[in-house]
């Protein structure tokens, strides 16, 4: 059922399919830890093609096909490549695909994974594509949740931050809306969820300005950094740079259960006080980011059924 298969939104992807991720995933912690050595992605070569910044995203792709045995090129400064020279994105993808097995791409315009995948014969990744989606980020989120909770349905779950450029938010509000989660978004005025993710969301959200307002009962707190690099006018970013951080304060108002995620970077969005509470999970969340990985790649490599 994944063989072959491109994830270029979190659309491509049902409820079964997911928990085959997630599955896989549980099984491949130890090996991600180390502690245990399997070799199923010998032989195969993935194309890590990285047109933006990444730290998580990219090492972790790394690590999962290391820790497999498999073997990892690409490029994570795309001025380095003929790409300078002026070759289109279809060219490039065009290589790739004659090069290695499975291509993973980020890239700073939406809609970029979409016509990579249609180029590529081998199976394509969406790493990120602008402000668009970044689906393997919403399975690790995912995958976190339910390590932590067991399920997702009927968590009260508040996203917060930058709800209109965060790529992240995209992809998990839409899924966890399929999966049932009370999803709840916090965000000022000017970076509020676009309306066609909430109109693609099963269930309407309830949305939210003042952290007081959820502070108390929500399970899974999710925040996001405010996305600079994507704020057509700088003015408008230093309007709203520094709102809604996380500190010691709020988390002694949380429930006792209560988790903070974030994807990671973050800037000002949580206290580094925030980091030694036992509520705080984006670490860990970060480190799901290799076995969900890891599982994607065996998946649709088809080399685990
Ligand atoms: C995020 C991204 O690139 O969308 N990072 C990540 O992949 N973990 C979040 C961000 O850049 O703020």
Known sequence: MFKGKDIVSIRDLREEEMEKIFE?????????KGEKREEYLRGYVLANLFFEPS??????????????????????NPSATSISKGETLADTIRMFDAYS?????????????????????????????GAGQHPTQTLLDIFTIVQEFGHVDGLKITLMGDLRYGRTVHSLAIALSYLDADVH??????????????????????????LEDVIED????????IQKERFPDPTEYMKV???????????????????????????????????????????????????IRMAILALVLGVIE
């Open 241 to 291: 740079a520094g709102s809604y951080s996380i500190t010691k304060e709020h988390v002694k108002k949380m429930k006792d259960r209560a988790i903070i995620m974030h994807p990671l970077p973050r800037v000002n969005e949580i206290d580094p006080e925030v980091d030694y509470t036992p509520h705080a999970r984006y670490f860990k969340q970060a480190f799901y980011g290799v076995p």
């Open 101 to 129: 097995d499975v291509i993973v791409i980020r890239h700073p315009l939406e809609g970029a994974a979409r016509l990579a995948a249609d180029f590529a014969e081998h199976p394509v990744i969406n790493a990120g594509d």
């Open 55 to 76: 730290t998580r995203t990219r090492m972790s792709f790394e690590a999962a096909m290391d820790r497999l045995g498999g073997k990892v090129l690409g490029f994570s």
């Open 24 to 32: 896989i995933a549980r099984d491949m912690i130890p090996i991600a």
């Open 218 to 225: 929500t399970d899974v707190f999710y925040v996001t950094r």
């Open 185 to 210: 978004l916090l965000s000022p005025r000017t970076l509020k969820m676009p309306k066609h993710i909430i109109r693609e969301m099963k269930r309407e959200p309830e949305i939210h300005e003042r």
